[in-house]
């Protein structure tokens, strides 16, 4: 177990605790009974047995007494569209009454309508709505979250949306990763040419807002209602010239090649993955990329495919479940709802639900080395919570059983 003899000590020290640390050199959750946590500067320095605590540092600490409570890493909710104007429950109506999601899409509402309300939306407005969807993920313990543009498919509104995700770090003690998703769905300027669509991504908007710092990583759509392979394949070539990485929408509705596409890229991540084959788990596999599944739009949407889960165990693939909090077909703001799905639908165990909204989740993002699990030398990224299993985390449906979360630390 990870002990540190830093002569520097701790600031705090949170004894008494369940751990559930996630390592992944551990098996299972990694846990530890009677349980010991402390952190300096923001980071982890001891994760282990009480007992082993070196004296001198207690002395010096804040000391916590967690009575017994069990600590995860903090929640990271690694793939939402959390920002956006208005709102789709009209949407949702419609598809009660019968009319598909693609339907939708393809008779100029779906993402289109979200794109009209974002484009009109002041930054201000877009910012106090994201703040809300975020408070409620903060509330269950999150303590990193990934925030896709997408809905402004011009350069001007999605500045304007990376802009509001980096300022939800601003306002909340949460860390964000932005990225650009104008590879979202065909903005209505460019109706008779999509190839003009992708050239303005790839060629203006990538390099433009990755200059301006906005951008950690570049995500495309790939579906028949979207992008072809070859046209993400021109986005994720700008994108990789600049040196960002990239993840991909692939194989929701359809099996387009998209879990392959993301292999030949070296993705971060490929997500949805509801209609990848074998040949698609394989080449993920091979090139490392993460699985991130997203129940919530599963769910809304009535599909009845679920992803290839077994395929992606039996391969070694590295699996993240997250919100997909976006207006349209996941309209979530629940990590827990989405475990207690990835459960409940695709078959997850507890253990393979709670790696996927840390360890695996963090991996996704590329921040496997600062956060996602307890270990020393990461953030002191916590979250605490009231309850005598962490079966409990994955079980309950619209119950928040957090007592409290630290980040950073605090
Ligand atoms: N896949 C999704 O499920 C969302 N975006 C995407 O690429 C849907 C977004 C929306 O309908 O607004
Ligand atoms: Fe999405």
């Not at 269950?140 to 939800?168: D, F, M, P, Q, W």
């Not at 209602?225 to 990239?246: C, K, M, N, Q, S």
């Not at 993460?290 to 599909?303: F, K, Q, T």
């Not at 990835?342 to 991996?363: I, S």
């Amino acid at each position: 177990m990870a002990r540190h003899d830093d002569p520097g000590g701790a600031e705090t020290i949170w004894l008494n605790a369940r751990l559930a640390t996630l390592a992944s050199s551990a098996n299972g959750l990694g846990t530890v009974d009677n349980g010991a946590l402390a952190a300096r500067s923001g980071r982890i320095v001891f994760v282990g047995p009480e007992e082993e605590v070196p004296a001198a540092w207690r002395a010096r600490a804040r000391i916590v007494d967690c009575v017994g409570r069990w600590i995860t890493p903090g929640l990271i909710d690694c793939h939402t569209h959390l920002v956006y104007g208005g709102d789709r429950a009209r949407e949702f109506e419609m598809r009660l009454a019968g009319a598909t999601y693609e339907e939708i899409a393809r008779s100029g509402g779906g993402i289109l309508s979200t794109v009209r309300a974002t484009r009109e939306a002041s930054e201000e407005a877009l910012l106090g709505a994201a703040l809300r969807r975020l408070d409620a993920l903060v509330a269950e313990g999150v303590t990193t979250i990934e925030v896709k543009s997408g809905y402004g498919l011009e350069e001007g509104t999605e500045r304007k949306s990376l802009r509001v995700a980096r300022r939800l770090a601003e306002n909340r003690p949460v860390a964000v990763r932005a990225t650009l998703l104008a590879a979202h769905a065909l903005p209505p300027e460019f109706a008779g040419d999509r190839a003009a669509y992708v050239e303005a991504v790839a060629e203006q908007m990538i390099p433009a807002l990755a200059a301006e710092g906005l951008v950690d990583a570049v995500d495309a759509f790939c579906e028949r209602i979207a992008f072809t392979p070859a046209e993400v394949a021109r986005v994720f070539d700008a994108a990789r010239g600049l040196g960002l990485p990239v993840k991909l929408h692939a194989d929701q509705l359809s099996n387009g090649g998209g879990a392959a596409l993301a292999a030949k890229f070296g993705a971060l991540s490929a997500d949805h993955l509801e209609y990848t084959d074998d040949a698609g788990v394989v080449a993920m596999a091979g090139a490392g990329v993460g699985a991130v599944l997203l129940p919530g739009a599963y769910y809304v949407l009535r599909e009845r495919q679920a992803p290839p889960v077994a395929l992606l165990r039996k391969h070694g693939v590295p699996i993240a479940v997250a919100t997909d909090s976006n207006p349209g077909t996941s309209p979530l703001t629940s990590l827990l709802l989405a475990l207690n799905m990835a459960a409940t639908l695709f078959g997850l165990t507890v253990d393979e639900c709670l790696a996927g909204a840390t360890r695996n989740a963090a991996k996704a993002l590329g921040v496997g080395g600062e956060t996602g699990t307890l270990e020393v030398g990461k953030w002191a990224d916590l979250a605490i919570w009231d309850i005598e299993r962490p079966a409990e985390l994955v079980y309950r449906l619209g119950f928040n059983p957090l007592h409290a979360r630290v980040w950073r630390g605090q």
